[in-house]
């Protein structure tokens, strides 16, 4: 049985705060909000709402927030990535994540972790692996 609650009937049956005001006043983010509540989508979110005696929120801030929740897992998988491919990488035209500059990876650093020698611009500077990405 699956109850749908449109935005405008959930704020008539609960004349309680807003979620917004409660996640504020609980210094809670929406994301976190979701994952201990265990909700799945928009419908689950208002439900969880009406029981609690909150407004819910409207669909497109929710729809906001969980893509930018996708944002953040995709650049996390694309730096996972890149650590994996840290053992190839001697000797390869890289590209700078922040600042777009083109280098060659000379060797590991032996003072810093995660780091690498690379040789840009004439100079010598050493790059973390998160901002390191191969040249296609």
Not at 11 to 26: A, D, H, P
Not at 31 to 56: M, S
Not at 70 to 96: A, F, P
């Amino acid at each position: 049985m699956k109850i749908i609650f449109t935005y405008r009937e959930a704020t008539l049956s609960t004349k309680k705060i807003t979620l917004e005001y409660f996640l504020k006043r609980n210094n809670v983010t929406l994301k976190n909000f979701i994952k201990q509540n265990n909700i799945n989508n928009y419908d689950e979110l208002v439900l969880v709402c009406i029981r609690k005696y909150l407004v819910p929120c409207e669909e497109k801030f929710y729809e906001n927030s969980i893509k930018v929740e996708n944002k953040i897992k995709e650049i996390n998988v694309i730096k996972k990535v890149n650590v994996k491919k840290s053992k190839r990488l001697e000797g390869k035209l890289v590209n700078h994540a922040k600042n777009k500059t083109l280098g060659i990876v000379l060797k590991k650093s032996k003072i810093h972790n995660d780091y690498y020698l690379v040789m840009t611009l004439g100079n010598f500077s050493e790059w973390h692996i998160s901002n390191i990405y191969e040249r296609k």
